[in-house]
């Protein structure tokens, strides 16, 4: 993803007709008859409240007026997100019946009028159906666990039904789930269970299943639709419920407010699964992992909340909160029975930087024809930037470009004689570091032009001189690497200012703006709807204190282009020298959404190029052919490539215990023999059976060629040479 800095001035001013808006369909609610509710037998009815309402209706109105692409809402957009919609929930078509389909037709084109006026009752009826069909299944399920299953039958369990019709009698229905419920059984009797555990562990796991059907609340449907709703205009405009706004937003900054503890879910307790070093947790040595988490208050005095049987979202939200206040857990230590009186422990919340997913640095030894080549790499996970400490004017804030910057410094030190930026898996980030990382490579510049909706171009650039590495660069990408990465990788290109490696990229070439949905939407909103149904404000307003109340929005508002003219969307960023991909490049990328923007081209940047591979590049290109050639890595690489593909298109699996057994033998035979082979490749000793491999091994065959192409860049004769940036930087 790729995202612009919200400048609060803007969004008040961009929405003061939104406020308007949003005033007079209040008014006109007030009036109005309230849609029709429709019960669905056999469950809860989970049903959509006011503040839903009108997200909706004010998403609606954002995207209607501000997207990027002005797309109107109409039956043909209607269409779409109900086919999103039912995709969502039964891919496979696992669970609706037929004549659940035939039922819903009559919401097809009107899912767009129920957008723009917030009623959500259809689709809320739409996903209680689901339910209903997803618990009858699980029920279903569960009673054939008292059947024998004979595994000697040669008949198949058909997985993979998105292209099959949807069932129509629940005869059918019964034997497809029959059929699968034997393939689960069968898995468990292969990993070594009798019947009588496999029957147990399963049912287990169909209860827990029930149980955690049972659990999902109106946000959770919410967000189901609404993500319906907003992927059918394009791939990147999204909601964020109050607690994916949240986690969104830890995501963004690498860094969240809270105890410094890792939680999960286990026989309905909120167990600690992880301490953060330094963090209030592990620093009061009070709390240990494994101890289950039974209550929750706010402050010295407030009063305990028990979260036995709550989901782990809703005791996270409860547990983080602003750093200096403070939150008391009672704790059930590991060991000690439930009916064990629980300690309580005091803690004050404070930053926790999540270090494991921030940038890192490795030195690569290379020796090239006796020569000794040290490669730094820098891997790069996000373009990520704490906001909030960004705005306040810290100069300090937690950043991608100024940990890399760290990073740089510390290896510069260590004396390596090229970098290697690995910006595999990076799906992008924040706009301004975009450009500010690009800027510790090139001494001034246009990075980026962004393309607002009325034609108009900014361009952002880079104004700092100095520049923290001038030597040798690479940029290795993958198919994975979007938006911000396709900047930051396209600018360096376009520059001449490094070697780019790898696969073409995503082709995410719009920007979004996060808007907070709470600056956004008039307080007396929520009054208004409350009164429509008798309640006071505070019984519609929940929050806690690490949420917002309304969710967030991140608007696709521009689209943004090269330096050089051409947009990255669908296109991506073509490496100068190629490898195989290994993720399906017919499956992923932003060429395979329907509802994407095309590719165009504006004027190019005014800007000065400080170097060109052209010369050079042939050669590399020889050199990295040459190796693949006999590579082994390189052609397991393919193989594996091709055995994907041969997978995919699989559609059934065998219930035959026999076949299959001697089909995964086969498979894990050839798996370890296989990596053994990589292993003896990379100099590595081969592993006996059994026997797992040592933590901080490395087998990234294309992180280490992509060192070695930089390293035969470093050994040439002809090399990049800059006439702008200070040699030996």
């Known amino acids: 993803m790729f995202y612009k800095t919200p400048d609060l001035k803007q969004v008040k001013d961009m929405f003061k007709k939104v406020y308007l808006v949003l005033v007079l369909g209040a008014t006109l609610a007030c009036s109005a008859k309230p849609a029709k509710i429709i019960k669905v037998d056999g469950v ?15 998403i609606a109105t954002l995207i209607s007026k501000y997207n990027y692409k002005k797309v109107e809402l109409n039956d043909s957009i209607s269409v779409v997100i109900y086919n999103r919609y039912l995709k969502t929930m039964d891919e496979s078509h696992n669970y609706f019946m037929a004549s659940d389909i035939l039922d819903f037709d009559k919401y097809k084109t009107v899912l767009d009028d129920d957008a723009k006026t917030g009623n959500l009752n259809d689709a809320f009826y739409i996903f209680n159906v689901y339910q209903k069909r997803y618990i009858e299944r699980m029920t279903y399920s569960i009673s054939q666990l008292d059947n024998n299953f004979d595994f000697s039958k040669s008949d198949n369990f058909t997985y993979d039904r998105d292209n099959l019709p949807y069932v129509s009698s629940v005869a059918e229905m019964n034997k497809l789930w029959t059929e699968r419920v034997k393939y689960d059984m069968l898995n468990l009797k292969l990993a070594g269970n009798d019947v009588a555990k496999s029957k147990d562990l399963l049912k287990k796991r169909y209860e827990n299943l029930l149980s955690q059907a049972n659990k999902l609340n109106n946000q959770d449907v919410f967000q189901v639709f609404m993500d319906a709703f907003t992927e059918s205009i394009d791939p990147h405009t999204s909601y964020f419920n109050p607690a994916n706004a949240a986690n969104f937003n830890i995501d963004m900054s690498r860094q969240l407010e809270g105890i410094g503890a890792g939680l999960n879910i286990e026989n309905e307790f909120v167990i600690i699964k992880s301490l953060t070093a330094g963090g209030p947790a592990e620093k009061s040595k009070q709390v240990n992992v494994d101890d289950r988490i039974v209550g929750v208050a706010q402050g010295p005095g407030g009063e305990f909340q028990n979260v036995v049987g709550w ?44 270090k494991d997913e921030s940038a890192k ?59 290697v930026m ?57 198919r994975f690497s979007a938006s911000a990465t396709e900047i930051f990788s396209g600018a ?29 939407i008039p307080p007396s909103m929520l009054e208004r709807a409350a009164a429509l149904v008798g309640k006071d404000k505070k019984s519609v307003k929940v929050s806690t204190g690490s949420q917002s109340v309304f969710g967030q929005l991140n608007l696709t508002i521009a689209k943004f282009y090269r330096i050089t003219g051409n947009s990255t969307q669908h296109k991506g960023v073509t490496p100068d020298i190629t490898f195989p991909s290994v993720i399906p490049m017919e499956k992923y990328g932003e060429d395979t959404e329907p509802s994407a923007m095309p590719f165009d081209i504006i004027a190019k940047s005014d800007y000065t190029k400080v170097g060109d591979f052209t010369s050079v590049l042939p050669q590399l290109t020889k050199l990295h052919d040459a190796r693949m050639a006999t590579s082994p890595n390189y ?19 065998t219930l035959n215990e026999q076949k299959l057994k001697d089909q995964r033998d086969s498979d894990e035979k050839k798996q370890f023999d296989e990596n053994n082979q990589r292993r003896v490749a990379m100099g590595l000793q081969p592993l006996k059976k059994g026997q797992t491999r040592q933590r901080g091994e490395d087998l990234d065959f294309l992180k280490r060629e992509a060192g070695q192409i930089l390293t035969d860049y470093i050994t040439l004769d002809n090399k990049f040479s800059s006439t702008t940036l200070p040699a030996g930087n």
Request: with cysteine; hydrophobic share 35%; charged share 25%.
């Open 361 to 419: 640095k490795e030195i690569r030894t290379y020796n090239q024809n006796g020569k000794i080549v040290k490669i730094g790499v820098i891997s790069v996970p996000a373009f990520y930037i704490d906001f909030n400490d960004y705005k306040s004017g810290n100069p300090n804030y937690k950043s991608t470009t100024h940990d890399v910057k760290l990073l740089i410094d510390s290896l510069k030190q260590q004396g390596v004689d090229g970098i």
């Open 492 to 520: 360096i290109q376009d520059y001449g200012r490094g070697i780019i490696l790898g696969t073409q990229t995503y082709g995410k070439g719009s920007v979004q703006n996060a808007i907070d949905l709470d600056r956004v």
């Open 635 to 653: 052609k397991f690489m393919l193989e594996d490539i091709a055995e994907g593909k041969k997978h995919e298109a699989e559609k059934s699996v």
């Open 44 to 58: 809860k009815n989970i049903q959509p409240d006011e503040q839903q309402s009108i997200v909706c209706k004010t």
């Open 311 to 354: 989901r782990i979202d809703n005791a996270i939200a409860l547990i983080r909160g602003k750093k200096g206040t403070i939150v008391r857990l009672e704790l059930l230590p590991k060991g000690q029975s439930v009916g064990s009186k629980p300690k309580i422990v005091e803690l004050t919340r404070e930053k926790i930087i999540l």
């Open 422 to 478: 690995d910006m595999r898996q990076n799906g992008g980030g924040s706009l301004l570091e975009a450009v500010d990382l690009t800027g510790l490579f090139i001494k001034t510049g246009p990075v980026v032009q962004v393309r607002n909706p009325n034609n108009e171009i900014e361009v952002d650039k880079d104004e700092d001189p100095s520049v923290a590495y001038s030597g040798p660069l690479a940029i290795l990408v993958d």
